[in-house]
């Protein structure tokens, strides 16, 4: 859309839930939750350093690792007026926009990054969270790494009318058989879909709630949808999220 015309652009922006609402310096995002200070989850922030002022919600112990140790995202205060960093306590509801908010720890750990110093005064269950959000008797989860390192998020995921649930890896040693080395499912933080232990037979689906997986990497074979795999999560009662996908309660 770079090298599109300005009339095409303002075509293809205006089907957009994204779109500028002012001009291209601005963005229809305006509050932001982090689930974990894994860079795959905050570099975001840096893109959107020049855009309007943030909200930005995170455990104390998430925003602490930014503010204590990570001068580049100082660049968030450039703003006028500067992000605002809201605490977002576990397993307390916090109301964001409409809706109530609850954090529920999912285990993990910090990320490498994190200074041994720093790491011993963080609070270990605010890691890793998952989250519940609730309207109008309506549930809904989102946890996309779960570590299987606790039970917490199991009763918030059954009580869930949906639960977009992490179905990173098939097996524990996927990235291993793919690259010949690296490490397993668990250790980065991620329980997987099969064997011994693994998300189905931990959490079987049941009642009236939708249990659909997403954030698989592209190693998976659940996104063939002819593979066996595919089949057995299938027959298991979940779904597979989709590009694109949309949800209505």
């Known amino acids: 859309m770079l090298n599109a015309s300005p009339d095409l652009r303002q075509q ?10 002012r001009n291209t310096r601005t963005t229809s995002v305006s509050t932001i939750i ?3 200070a894994d860079v795959d989850s905050v570099m975001g922030l840096l893109h959107l350093r020049e855009f309007q002022p943030l ?3 995170a455990t104390p112990s998430v925003a602490r ?5 990570n001068s580049l995202f100082r660049c968030l205060e450039r703003s006028v007026p500067p992000a605002f960093w809201q605490p977002l306590p576990i397993n307390s509801v916090v109301p964001i926009g409409l809706l109530a908010c609850t954090a529920v720890s999912l285990g993990g750990d910090y990320p490498d990054y994190v200074s041994s110093s720093l790491r011993k005064d963080l609070a270990k269950d605010e890691a890793v969270i998952g ?4 309207r109008k008797g309506k549930r809904f989860f989102y946890a996309p790494s779960i570590s299987g390192q606790n039970e917490a998020w199991k009763q918030h995921a059954r009580e869930a009318d949906l639960a977009l649930l992490d179905g990173t890896f098939w097996t524990d040693n996927e990235l291993i058989d793919v690259r010949g080395s690296g490490k397993t499912a668990r ?3 991620h329980m997987p879909l099969s064997g011994p232990n693994g998300m189905l037979e931990q959490f079987p689906p049941a009642g009236k709630g939708r249990r659909v997986l997403i954030h698989l990497n592209n190693t998976n074979p659940v996104l063939d ?3 066996a795999a595919n089949q057995a999560v299938r027959d298991a009662g979940w779904e597979v999220a989709y ?3 949309e949800f209505e309660l």
């Open 55 to 57: 909200m930005i919600f």
């Open 12 to 21: 293809l922006l205006q089907y957009s839930d994204f779109a500028p609402a």
């Open 187 to 189: 250790e980065i933080g």
């Open 65 to 69: 690792i930014f503010s204590d140790e």
């Open 225 to 227: 949808e002819g593979s």
């Open 34 to 36: 982090l689930l974990s």
């Open 131 to 134: 989250l519940e959000f609730a």
């Open 243 to 245: 590009d694109g996908m």
